[in-house]
């Protein structure tokens, strides 16, 4: 079984903090993604990457960055937290093939900033 | 005009019924789709997807594709309440060596016993 394990399900932060998600799959897929979920905006594509170091701005990357030093690896990063960054986060991986890759998800971390 | 598009619900059926999801799409170039359920509070996991015009069954699942009309759709017969969750439609767009996804808002699915 695939399996996108992220390193926190709950976490509540301060503005201002230097904010850190974890990602690691286990099916040595090329492709990473992170996602944030809000009520109303569905899913939106923060950054996703297609190999080690090599990292794309998905729709809505302000105020993110991301990190991707192994394959298994893909970090989210909230360099200063602020309120309308609460959100749940989603992490998904698929193999590399173009159109017909499916996307795996991680069991999402809810972020609280106050 | 959004890129996918879903009814965002709430669609009720009763339990035994079938229920019956669309989705659009605006991109005819597209190739591959995805239906996600996502239970409140948890992450999607894909229950079908389709690449070809016409119907794919898997159970009680069928997923349709019309690409003519950049149309796809998800049935569900037997409906249980089990079924009650948001059904997501995903539309593959090709990107340099891979491929993202498009989400709709997501349709809410509510079986009624």
């Known amino acids: 079984d695939v399996k996108v394990t992220q390193s926190s399900r709950y976490l509540v932060k301060r503005t201002g903090e230097k904010v850190f998600l974890e990602c690691v799959q286990d099916?040595?897929?090329?492709?990473m993604f992170w996602y944030r979920q809000d009520p109303g905006l569905g899913l939106r594509l923060i950054y996703f990457?297609?190999?080690?170091?090599?990292?794309e701005k998905g729709d809505i990357p302000e105020g993110y960055s991301v990190s991707r030093e192994k394959k298994e690896r893909f970090s989210l990063i909230l360099e200063s937290a602020s309120t309308n960054q609460t959100s749940m986060y989603l992490c998904?991986?698929?193999?590399?093939?173009?159109?017909?890759?499916?996307?795996?998800f991680g069991a999402g971390t809810r972020l609280s900033v106050l | 005009q959004k890129e996918v598009e879903q009814n965002s619900g709430p669609l009720s059926v009763p339990e035994g019924a079938i229920a019956s999801l669309n989705c659009t799409y605006s991109?005819?170039?597209?190739?591959?789709f995805f239906w996600y359920r996502q239970y409140s509070g948890k992450s999607p996991e894909l229950i079908m997807f389709?690449?070809?015009?016409g119907d794919k069954e898997d159970g009680r699942f069928t997923a349709q594709l019309n690409k003519a009309s950049q149309y796809v759709s998800l049935l569900i017969r037997d409906s249980q309440p089990s079924d009650s969750a948001t059904y997501l439609c995903?539309?593959?767009?090709?990107?340099?060596?891979?491929?993202?996804?498009?989400f709709g808002q997501g349709t809410e699915l509510s079986v009624k016993p």
């Open positions: 389709i690449y070809s015009n």
């Open positions: 998904a991986s698929s193999p590399a093939g173009g159109g017909k890759n499916i996307q795996y």
């Open positions: 099916m040595d897929h090329e492709n």
């Open positions: 990457s297609y190999d080690v170091k090599m990292k």
């Open positions: 995903a539309v593959n767009r090709i990107y340099n060596q891979g491929g993202k996804l498009i």
């Open positions: 991109d005819r170039g597209s190739q591959s």
